[in-house]
Each structure stands twice: as structure tokens, then as C-alpha cells.
């Protein structure tokens, strides 16, 4: 009985293999036609002739499809690859048609059909466990993919694909082989051993215009970029995160990034500054989808890290209309131009064409700072997110997103100098579109696109009862004020993409817009007493930029090597306004209700108990007409960019860029980079070169009179803006480009399918660096004012550091573990302060100096354990952030409260934030395949930063530091896939 049914199954099997077989050989035939039909579809196409055996063909079929946007000379090639024939050109349009010799002729002759597709058979050797493969890799069209990579998943050997596709490899029998190439979805196949393998890759949809930031080479991919790159999948990397913001969740993603929550620093505390390496905000540049970003309007003034940089607004670009982020850590101004010194940060958006995304985001943080778990909260934060994408045309999709934000005021310890300490309250709404049009077969048409509105509110010092700024009558009690603002961001890029006698092109235009309107609340104006409003517009700034492009590429192939060359010419416009505010916000009122003026006796000043009553709203006074700009300027840019491979092991990379500005004059920069492939494990890469940033307009026009908190006591300052006449007098010459000298070495290692490696050292040289000075006595000016301040080509400076990544893996049946570490160890020395003959400690004193150091954290190191259970993820994240000091307002006592010892002085002055460890825990699970619920805490154990005493710039227990002084943030978050 046994034995019957193992025959029954043995029959079974055999029938439904050969079934199986049938129904998949009818399904393939379909797609077939005989090949004498294709030679005479291509004969009448192209007007030649094919000559053959009349009994050569007989049976003979192949697969029409790939044909047919093929030249003569692609469909020959293809031809001989795909048959076991020989195609001879005679001339005068002649093709004769024979056998390959060394092949079984008989079997070609007979009656048997063949059908001549991702197979064929030729002789292959192998012994025992080795087997000899051979192939072509192809893509969807049948074009053949030259430096397609196919790898052994197990012993991590492989090779490439010639110039022509093909390749041929030595492999272990029965493993796995992964086949990739760049736009092209991977396989993973077992390679026969007997058999020619054709292997198709599709042009996936999301993949077809993958651009690796700093290489312009499309054959590129990006473990073989000659320079370090970060990748961020946003959808993967959000399951391991609570933020909301790409600022904060770069910070803790990117160990070299590191952005700052400020309070009490105006416009600082509404647009957060954000570093790469501790270099400029405005040293980094910002792409989406490969083409420049405008920077924010506002400058970063007082004690906020990035002080006297324009930086780009994140923020301002939602997380669920990003697909991933790419960011190049390495100079790159001789391929991008301005503000490339520390690197490149490309933002590419969504392009799904299928689906609707819903997010949604419900947090608060713990309130208290002295208990690990909260007994009150504040902050509460909601967000939701809406993604959808359509297909539109053929082969064309249209991606829309919607962002809705909105996150309270947290209150945290402050100083005698403020009431209210803690992170300005937001909130947020963005729309975002990408879109990409197929018009013909090689050109498409693509539109990007964005706005965002933000309504921010920030505390400002406050205003004591007893004082010359307060109005008993108003605010008996002293008053708070909110400088709160109302901050437009919008940005549209469209351009088409061809190809031209196998030239890439594509042209290009971008257009910036970002507008930054203060109104100020809960405030008054002293010189209008018990007359005064209680709110005021004080006026702004507005930042316009139009970039145009024009770019051509093209990858040449020759007999032992390729090479890609791309150039380009590039036209900006850049348009920056200070706007004034009402009456109000600004002015100064006399006795007799009149405008204060440089002819006004001091004796019709108001005062209280003695003190003149300063004018202009508290908290940030107004613009005036007097301070009012309207700047524009130009510049024209061109850059040859190339890429040599020498050989598989061994590339070459250069770029050269010049660029004219209207308003400074030319420059001049170039790049070397170069990769050499030590093994299939181990790379080798390195870098040099020169870069530049071209001061901004803010920082060449802006001009702002301002109260400055020096300690506790107000001072009214006035920034002079660089042209001014007055900055000549104090010996400060004209801004001027700030150049760079920056160097790169490193290595990556794949030491198994699971485990990667990458570290990077760098060095950069910045000569010329634009800094905001110290105050200068300015009594004697007759202007009203005690201060003033400066833009000004200060310091040079050199950073050196080592990034680190490792990436480990292990799958089991059910589960998955990996470990993520990374981190950036950094060193920033002032080299020289250019005070000229200007006093040192007032141009650029040790508390500044010490603000510019702290832009750049010793240190900063991720830990990340990541465990999935079937549909059950967590993640457990450590953060170390190193010590960081800064300078307070007891250096600018008089010495005599220190013993006279200016050493004792600066000891006194100096907060010294010590090294802490944040822990944050995330859950995850998808119920099914639409709903995923995720919940955790940031920060989960509330580790604050150490306390200081009452002399900080920020008016709280905490100057603003890497880590934040937020503590724990508790959220939950719903995602939906429909």
C-alpha cells in the first residue's frame, strides 16, 4: 500500500512538473516570433539584405520585444548575442547569415523548435564545487549594462560586465548570485552553469533617475564614490525615530550633523542653524532633487551657534514628502559652487505613483527637570502628514504631499533675567508636489514645488516692573514679551531632461522665495507711556533666489576603460529686502509727542527715575525706513566635471568651476578625487580640494538697532550694516569670498554580506571666515546708541576629524537583529583673528571665539539596537554628546570683582557642559498590511545638560547645546498605507 502511494505521488509530481512546464513554454511562445520574421521586419526597416541557408532558420524563434527602439547597429549586436549565429557584414548593405563555428551544427539544423530568448546553450567547465558562469546583463530594452556588478551573496566574489554586458566568473556551485546595477531594480538568481545566462533588469519606476549627490556619472553607484555619502531612507528610518523635523532628525541619524533648539536669540529661536562637521550653516549646500535650495532670509545674531551665518531653513520641507536624503561629506564648491565647504546635502523627494501615505504624530515632553518620569508636561506636539502619488501619461507620475504642524511652548529653569525659558511654540503647514512627464521616447519634463507657512512664537527677556522699560500703567507686574513671526517659504523647479546624440541635457530653473515678518506681542513702546500699543508689526527681511542650469553629460566607453564627462553653465539671481515695520516698532517719542532725532536737547527725552526710555517695541524693535534694503546681485558660473575608470579597481575624478559675482569678482576652484578597489571588500578613496563661499547679502547689507542683554543689563546696539560708511571708520575693509582648502582620506569595507564599514579623516582649511564682531564703544558717534557691530572677514580656521560607520546584520527564521554604530570625532582651532589694528578682545574676544568653537562638538557617537519579531520592531538608540564650553557675561565684569586676575576671571566666566548619554526606545508593529502603530520615547531617562549659573547668553540654566533642553519627548504615531 506504502509503495502505491509513492507512485501515486511520484506521478503527481512528474504531471504538475510537466504542466507546469507546458503552461510556462505556451506563456513564453507567446511573446515569440520566428526569427526569419524579425530579419525581415529589420530588413525593411533599415533597407539591407540577409543572406542564409534556406534551411538555417527552420523552427528558428525569438522574442520580438526590445527590438523595436533599437539602431541597425544595437539589433545586430543583440542578435549575435542572443543566437548561435554569425552576422558578416559584406557591404553595400549586405548581411550573410552562418553557424558559429566550434557548435553542434546538427543540433541548430533540427526539427526541433528553438526559441532563442534569456537562454542558450554553450559549453561550460567546472570541477567539483566551482563552477564557470557566463552572461549578459541587460535592461528591460535590451540594451547591454556595462559595469553591472554580480556577487556571491555567500563568499561576497564576484566581477563586472564588460564593456559589452557580458561577464564570465568562477562561482560556488548552487549559490545565490545578486546582480545589480544603478536604476535597476537587483536580482538575486542561481546561475547555470551549462547555460549562456541572460539576465534582464528592470528600469525600476522609483530608481530610473537615482543621482548620486557629488558624481554626475550615472553608471556611478555609491559604494564606488570616491568620497563619503550618507544615505537616509526616511520610511526606514522614521520607524527608529520620534522627530518631526528633518533638523532633529538628521541630528541624531548623521553624527556629524548637529542642529540646536535656541531660545531667546530672536529670529534664531523661529529657524534652527544647522552644521555639518561644525563649519557654517551656510557652509553646507542644500539640493532637492539635485538643484539648489534657497537659504533663509534671517541671520543668526547673539550668542546662537552659526552667530553671523545665513543658514538654509529644513524645517521648512516636510519629512513626509521626502523619499530619502543623500548627504555628501566632503567639499564639493568646484562642482556645485557656493556654500559647498563642508558638503552637500541633496533632499530627493517622493516619487511614488500608487498609493496614499497617511501619517499621524501625537507627543508631549516631560516638564520637569529634576524627575526622570514626568508628574507635568508641556509641549504637546500633533502632526499629520498626507502622501499620494498618481500615475500620469505614460511611464509619468504626480506626488502630492500635505503637512499640518503643530508644537506648544516648553517652560524650563531660567535666570533672574527671564521668566520664561524654553523652545518657541510653531506651527506648521506645508504642501509639496514632484512630478516627471515622459513627452517622447527620450525626453520628459519634470516640476517640483513647495510652500510653507510657519506662525512661531518666542519669549523674549523680561521686562521688570521697576524699570525705564516697563509702563506701570500697562504691566504693573512687568510684562514678557513674544516676539512672534509669520515666515513664508516657497520654492518651484521645473526643467526637462533628453538626450542628444547620446548627450545627457538637462535645462533647468529653480526660483526661491523666503520671506520672515516679525510681529511683536505683549509688548509696548516706553517713549508712548500709558499711550502705548501692546502689539506691533516691526517689519522684516526677505530673501529671492532664481537659479538657471543648463547640464550635459555623457559616459564614453573604449576598449580598456570609460569615462564620463559633464559641464555645465549655471546663471543666479540673488534679491534680498529689509522691510520696515509701523511707527511704532521703531521710534523714539520726545516730551512732546515728536520723533526723537540726533537734534533733539537731551533734556526732552522721557525718562524714568532718571533712565532715557528707549524707543521701539521691547522684545526686537521694528525695522525703520533707515534700515530698509533693497540688494540684488548676480553671478555666472561654469564647471567641466570628470570621472576616468581605468580599469574596475582604479577611478579618477576631477572638476574645475569658475564663477564672476557683480558685487566681488571671480573665483576660481578645483577638485581630485580618486577610488582604488583593494579587493571586492575593501575600498580605498581619498580627496583634495579648493572651495569658497561668497558672502551673503544679509551679511554684506543687513543693518539692525537692537537691545542687547549684556548679562542683565539692556544696551542698545546698533549693527552696522558692511558697506556702511561708519564700517570703514573702524578699519573694516569690504566682505570678500571665504576660500577653502579641504582634504579627504578613507576606506570601506564589506567584511561580509552583513557586516559594512566605512571611516573617513578630513581636514579643512577656511581662510577668511565671515564673523560677527564683539561690540565697539559708539558713544562718541552722536548716533544715541552705546554699541555698535560689524560683519567682517575675521578669522581663519582649521578643522580635522574621522567619521565612523559600521552596520551589522543577522537574520533568523523569524527575526532579525542588527547593530548600527557611527560617530564623528572633530577638532576646530582658531588659526588667526584679522583685528588689523582694532582691539582683539573687542573684535573678536574669547567669549566669541568660544561660540564659534562650540559650533563644532568634540564628538558625537550613535548606538543603535534594532530587534524584529514577525511584525514587531524595536529599536533602543544611545547618544553620547561630548563636552562643550562656552563663555558667559561675568567676562565682561570688571576685573576688579576677580582679583584683579583676568585668569580668575575666565575661569569664572568659562560653563563647561559635561559628556551625557540620551537613551531613546521605539516599538513598532504592523497589525496588517495598511496599519502600523508605533510609539516610544526620546530621551527616555530626561538627561538634561548641566546646569550653569545666572550669567548664560540665553537667559536660562542652559546656554543651547547639541542635545537640547527639551528632555524627554513621550509620542505615538500612526502610519497608514492605502
Not at 556588478?149 to 563568499?155: D, F, G, P, R, V
Not at 512627464?437 to 518666542?458: C, L, P, Q, S
Not at 525705564?468 to 510684562?479: A, H, Q, S, T, W
Not at 569670498?737 to 569595507?749: D, I, R
Amino acid at each position: 500500500m506504502v509503495r502505491k502511494l509513492v507512485f501515486i505521488k511520484l506521478i503527481l509530481i512528474v504531471f504538475v512538473t510537466f504542466t507546469f512546464q507546458t503552461t510556462s513554454a505556451q506563456e513564453h511562445e507567446k511573446n515569440t516570433i520566428p526569427l526569419a520574421r524579425l530579419l525581415d521586419e529589420i530588413s525593411n526597416k533599415y533597407k539591407i539584405f540577409f543572406t542564409y541557408n534556406a534551411n538555417l532558420l527552420n523552427n528558428k524563434y525569438i522574442q520580438e520585444k526590445g527590438f523595436a527602439n533599437l539602431t541597425l547597429k544595437e539589433s545586430i549586436s543583440l542578435l549575435k548575442k542572443l543566437t548561435p549565429f554569425l552576422f558578416d557584414d559584406l557591404g553595400n548593405n549586405y548581411y550573410v547569415i552562418y553557424t558559429k563555428k566550434g557548435l553542434d551544427e546538427n543540433k541548430f539544423l533540427s526539427k526541433v523548435k528553438t526559441i532563442y530568448s534569456n537562454d542558450f546553450f554553450v559549453d561550460s567547465t567546472f570541477n567539483r564545487n566551482n563552477v564557470i558562469v557566463r552572461g549578459i546583463v541587460l535592461s528591460s530594452d535590451n540594451m547591454p549594462l556595462s559595469g553591472a556588478t554580480l556577487q556571491e551573496k555567500e563568499s561576497l566574489g564576484g566581477t563586472t560586465t564588460n564593456l559589452d554586458g557580458t561577464f564570465e566568473f568562477e562561482i560556488q556551485k548552487e549559490n545565490n548570485i545578486e546582480i545589480s546595477f544603478l536604476g535597476h531594480n537587483s536580482k538575486t538568481l542561481k546561475l547555470k552553469p551549462g547555460l549562456f545566462n541572460t539576465i534582464i533588469l528592470l528600469a525600476g519606476q522609483e530608481l530610473k533617475e537615482v543621482q548620486v549627490v557629488g558624481s554626475r556619472n550615472k553608471n556611478r553607484v555609491a559604494n564606488d564614490t570616491p568620497v563619503a555619502i550618507d544615505f537616509i531612507d526616511i520610511e526606514i528610518t522614521s520607524t527608529k525615530s520620534s522627530q518631526i523635523e528633518i533638523n532633529q532628525f538628521l541630528q541624531y541619524a548623521i553624527p556629524s550633523f548637529n542642529a540646536t533648539k535656541q531660545s531667546g536669540a530672536d529670529g534664531a529661536d523661529h529657524i534652527d542653524p544647522a552644521t555639518i562637521r561644525g563649519l557654517g550653516p551656510d557652509q553646507t549646500l542644500v539640493l532637492i532633487n539635485g538643484k539648489r535650495r534657497h537659504q533663509a532670509s534671517l541671520i543668526n545674531l547673539y550668542g546662537t551657534r552659526g552667530r553671523g551665518n545665513s543658514g538654509t531653513d529644513l524645517n521648512a520641507i516636510p519629512i513626509s514628502a521626502i523619499k530619502r536624503i543623500e548627504l555628501l561629506r566632503d567639499g564639493a564648491s568646484a562642482q556645485y559652487g557656493s556654500d559647498a565647504i563642508a558638503g552637500v546635502l541633496n533632499i530627493v523627494l517622493n516619487d511614488t505613483d500608487n498609493e496614499l501615505n497617511v501619517t499621524s504624530t501625537l507627543g508631549f515632553n516631560n516638564a520637569d527637570s529634576n524627575a526622570t518620569f514626568p508628574n507635568r508636561v508641556d509641549g504637546f506636539t500633533y502632526k499629520l502628514g498626507l502622501n499620494y502619488g498618481t500615475k500620469i501619461s505614460k511611464g509619468g507620475f504626480i506626488n502630492f504631499t500635505a503637512e499640518a504642524l503643530s508644537a506648544d511652548n516648553t517652560i524650563r529653569p531660567a535666570t533672574a533675567a527671564r521668566e520664561k525659558f524654553g523652545q518657541a511654540a510653531v506651527k506648521n503647514v506645508s504642501i509639496f508636489v514632484n512630478s516627471e512627464i515622459t513627452i517622447y521616447r527620450n525626453t520628459k519634463v519634470y516640476f517640483n514645488g513647495g510652500f510653507n507657512y510657519k506662525d512661531t512664537e518666542a519669549f523674549a527677556f523680561t521686562r521688570n516692573l521697576d524699570s525705564e522699560r516697563n509702563v506701570l500703567d500697562i504691566y504693573p507686574k512687568g510684562f514678557n514679551p513674544l516676539i512672534t513671526s509669520n515666515i513664508l517659504d516657497n520654492s518651484v523647479s521645473f526643467g526637462m531632461l533628453t538626450s542628444f546624440k547620446e548627450w545627457n541635457v538637462d535645462v533647468s530653473n529653480t526660483f526661491g522665495r523666503n520671506n520672515f515678518h516679525y510681529f511683536i506681542q505683549n509688548t509696548l513702546n516706553a517713549t508712548l507711556e500709558e499711550n502705548s500699543p501692546t502689539e506691533f508689526d516691526a517689519g522684516g527681511h526677505q530673501l529671492i533666489q532664481n537659479t538657471t542650469n543648463i547640464d550635459f553629460s555623457k559616459y564614453f566607453l573604449a576598449k580598456t576603460y570609460g569615462f564620463n564627462i559633464a559641464l555645465g553653465l549655471e546663471y543666479r539671481l540673488d534679491k534680498y529686502k529689509i522691510f520696515s515695520g509701523e511707527e511704532g516698532s521703531y521710534a523714539s517719542y520726545d516730551i512732546n509727542g515728536d520723533l526723537v532725532s540726533s537734534q533733539t536737547p537731551l533734556s526732552e527725552y522721557k525718562r524714568y527715575n532718571g533712565e532715557i526710555r528707549p524707543g521701539g517695541s521691547q522684545g526686537f524693535p521694528g525695522y525703520s525706513p533707515e534700515n530698509e534694503v533693497d540688494r540684488n546681485r548676480s553671478n555666472s558660473g561654469v564647471y567641466l566635471d570628470t570621472e576616468i575608470d581605468f580599469s574596475k579597481k582604479f577611478m579618477i575624478g576631477a572638476a574645475l568651476r569658475y564663477e564672476y559675482y557683480s558685487d566681488f569678482g571671480s573665483t576660481l576652484n578645483y577638485k581630485f578625487a580618486s577610488r582604488y578597489k583593494i579587493t571586492q571588500k575593501f575600498n580605498l578613496r581619498g580627496s583634495f580640494s579648493t572651495g569658497f563661499r561668497a558672502p551673503s547679502l544679509a551679511q554684506s547689507y543687513y543693518n539692525l538697532t537692537f537691545t542687547n542683554f549684556i548679562g542683565n543689563t539692556p544696551s542698545e546696539s546698533l549693527l552696522i550694516a558692511n558697506n556702511s560708511p561708519i564700517a570703514r571708520r573702524f578699519d573694516i575693509d569690504r566682505l570678500t569670498e571665504e576660500k577653502a582648502v579641504n582634504y579627504s582620506l578613507g576606506f570601506t569595507a564589506k567584511l561580509s554580506p552583513t557586516f559594512n564599514v566605512t571611516i573617513d579623516g578630513y581636514y579643512v582649511f577656511i581662510e577668511d571666515r565671515i564673523i560677527l564682531s564683539g561690540n565697539f564703544d559708539a558713544s562718541n558717534l552722536g548716533l544715541g546708541i552705546d554699541n555698535v557691530q560689524f560683519f567682517a572677514n575675521g578669522v581663519d580656521t582649521e578643522t580635522t576629524g574621522v567619521d565612523l560607520v559600521l552596520n551589522w546584520k543577522r537574520k533568523m527564521k523569524n527575526s532579525e537583529l542588527s547593530l548600527d554604530v557611527s560617530g564623528n570625532i572633530n577638532h576646530m582651532i582658531i588659526t588667526d583673528i584679522k583685528n588689523k589694528m582694532l582691539d582683539k578682545e573687542t573684535f573678536f574676544g574669547e567669549r566669541d571665539q568660544q561660540f564659534l568653537l562650540a559650533s563644532a562638538p568634540k564628538s558625537k557617537f550613535n548606538l543603535g539596537v534594532n530587534y524584529q519579531y514577525k511584525k514587531l520592531k524595536t529599536s533602543l538608540n544611545f547618544t553620547r554628546f561630548s563636552e562643550i564650553k562656552l563663555i558667559d557675561w561675568q567676562i565682561a565684569q570688571d576685573v576688579s570683582n576677580f582679583n584683579n586676575s583676568e585668569t580668575e576671571r575666565l575661569k569664572s566666566a568659562t560653563d563647561i557642559y559635561k559628556p551625557k548619554i540620551t537613551t531613546d526606545l521605539h516599538f513598532s508593529y504592523q497589525l496588517n498590511n495598511t496599519i502600523n502603530v508605533q510609539l516610544g520615547a526620546n530621551n527616555l531617562l530626561n538627561i538634561y545638560p548641566t546646569k550653569q549659573n545666572t550669567f548664560t547668553d540665553s537667559g536660562g540654566l542652559w546656554d543651547a547645546t547639541q542635545m537640547g533642553t527639551n528632555g524627554s519627548f513621550y509620542y505615538t504615531k500612526l502610519n497608514l498605507k492605502l
